[in-house]
T-cell receptor, first 115, second 117 residues
Framework: AQSVTQLDSQVPVFEEAPVELRCNYSSSVSVYLFWYVQYPNQGLQLLLKYLSGSTLVESINGFEAEFNKSQTSFHLRKPSVHISDTAEYFCAVSRANQGAQKLVFGQGTRLTINP | DTGVSQDPRHKITKRGQNVTFRCDPISEHNRLYWYRQTLGQGPEFLTYFQNEAQLEKSRLLSDRFSAERPKGSFSTLEIQRTEQGDSAMYLC???????????????FGPGTRLTVL
């Protein structure tokens, strides 16, 4: 079975500051890794994913995450945040090579950007 | 591509009543998933379908819960004899086969928020 731990339930930062949202996972088999974002009153949207290849993956709005197999981590980073990044962020895993069945989510991290 | 839709968006019911939710996946997505999200938690997997076949059910899905996808298109999730602990956001997602990493991305609907009084 897989499990995901997001180490911070809330992260407040100032606008234009860098941010890191931490995610650690546990699995006895290979996994795919995902970050989903949930803006206020909206559904979950895929932000970025790691399936294979380069361990550094990027999103179109400046976020990046790095898969670290030895540390079983997939931390999300952005060098400079904007007010519009205020949202809840969920890290998720699924078993690799199984047609990506169910997603196992972490508890979420609420990112609050202060002006 | 109109996205995943769910109906209703909100449902308030009294304990003991039955409720049914509907999910319409993205057209031609043959996998459909149901998740439940309680306040302050991440979504938890309930069940998923490939076409009309229900391939996996979570232990969270008690015998009061039933899901169907009769024609391999829309799906319904029914909760019988609702309890206050059933209050949550019920999320639906769909996915399709896309090459080597088929089914790797799930597209989520806006959810149905259930409140059991």
């Amino acid at each position: 079975a897989q499990s995901v731990t997001q180490l911070d339930s809330q992260v407040p930062v100032f606008e234009e500051a860098p941010v890191e949202l931490r995610c650690n996972y546990s699995s006895s088999v290979s996994v795919y890794l995902f970050w989903y974002v949930q803006y206020p009153n909206q559904g979950l949207q895929l932000l970025l994913k790691y399936l294979s290849g380069s361990t550094l993956v990027e999103s179109i709005n400046g976020f990046e995450a790095e898969f670290n197999k030895s540390q079983t981590s997939f931390h999300l980073r952005k060098p400079s945040v904007h007010i519009s990044d205020t949202a809840e962020y969920f890290c998720a895993v699924s078993r690799a090579n199984q047609g990506a069945q169910k997603l196992v989510f972490g508890q979420g991290t609420r990112l609050t950007i202060n002006p | 591509d109109t996205g995943v839709s769910q109906d209703p968006r909100h449902k308030i019911t009294k304990r003991g009543q039955n409720v049914t939710f509907r999910c319409d996946p993205i057209s031609e997505h043959n996998r459909l998933y149901w998740y439940r999200q309680t306040l302050g938690q991440g979504p938890e997997f309930l069940t998923y379908f490939q076409n009309e076949a229900q391939l996996e059910k979570s232990r969270l899905l008690s015998d009061r819960f039933s899901a169907e996808r009769p024609k391999g298109s829309f799906s319904t999730l029914e909760i019988q004899r609702t309890e206050q602990g059933d209050s949550a956001m019920y999320l639906c997602a769909s996915s399709s086969r896309t090459g080597r990493y088929f089914y790797n991305e799930q597209f989520f609907g806006p959810g149905t928020r259930l409140t059991v009084l």
